[in-house]
């Protein structure tokens, strides 16, 4: 795993878009993974940018998100479809019949959780798939102990979770959804690349026990360890119970030329 250390969660960010924006510029017709949440919101505000300025052209881009809350209607201000709709869909030109994300209000949703992870093999894998992590380590919704090889079915939100994400339902913890749809463990790890974010020093001790720490169902983000191409972008808080974190900035300091993330 790549651990790209930042002074602030913008320029953390920024890299993260050039990151994107050059896979879309090689390959115009990628599959791109996105997240929810407050941490990937810079980063599609700066895609949007590059996207406004007329150098960055998602019109031939397939998405799949992460997960979707269970029982929340798309129309619902706290569903992720209104969220991708309002921080990114609306501001760049990804076709709509190329956004996929789960459907919550499904009547049978163990159909589909199978058709989710059907459609995701049928447009050909997940080129780049955007993570945050949880304070417990977990990615997507895949909740501390769940399978590494899962894929994509329900799961049940933790008290700890659902806590978290409280403040988005202005801060009511009754009104956050007990259960969601979620790419499993294994359906993240089969992206060809993952690019995680963590800003905030509430997030080091995840940040340290998936990049330092055992590979560990108890810590999910863990996992990435054993992904063949997976980045960790993190600021300066989020980095600060890194044992080795002087290293990783050498090492990011030092990249050959070819290497090098640009502009």
């Known amino acids: ?19 994107i924006a050059k896979l879309v510029r090689t390959k115009p017709d990628c599959v791109l993974g996105l997240a929810t949440g407050s941490t990937p919101l810079a980063t599609y505000r700066e895609l949007a940018r590059i996207h ?5 052209d998602f019109s031939k881009v397939t998405t799949f998100n992460l ?16 969220f991708m709709d309002e921080h ?3 501001h760049v030109n990804v076709p709509r019949s190329r956004i996929h994300i789960p459907d919550g209000m499904a009547r049978d949703i ?32 895949n909740e501390p102990s769940s399978s590494l090889a899962s894929r994509t079915r329900i799961k049940t939100l933790t008290e700890r979770t659902r806590a978290d994400n409280a403040r988005f339902f202005g801060g009511d913890l009754d009104q956050v959804p007990f259960h969601c749809i979620t790419m499993g463990v294994g359906s993240i790890m089969a ?13 080091a001790d995840a940040v340290a026990a998936a990049v330092e720490g055992p590979i560990a169902a108890m810590n999910p983000a863990s996992v990435l360890q054993m992904h063949a191409v997976a980045k960790c972008i ?30």
Not at 67 to 82: F, I, N
Request: net charge negative; aromatic share 10%.
């Open 1 to 19: 795993m790549e651990i790209i250390i930042q002074p602030t969660p913008e320029a953390g960010s920024i890299i993260a878009a050039r990151i």
């Open 52 to 56: 406004r300025e007329g150098v960055l």
């Open 191 to 203: 992206a060809r690349e993952v690019l995680m974010l963590a800003f905030g020093a509430n997030k």
């Open 88 to 90: 990114f869909f609306r």
């Open 110 to 141: 163990p159909a589909e959780c199978a058709r989710y992870e059907a459609a995701i093999v049928a447009a050909g894998g997940i080129d780049l798939q955007l993570l945050g992590i949880g304070t417990d380590g977990h990615i997507g919704f």
């Open 67 to 82: 997960d979707e809350y269970v029982g929340l209607p798309p129309g619902h201000s706290q569903s992720y479809h209104a």
């Open 234 to 263: 993190v600021d300066e808080p989020a980095a600060g119970k890194l044992t080795r974190r002087d290293y990783y900035r050498w090492v990011f300091e030092h990249k050959p030329g070819w290497q090098k993330i640009g502009g």
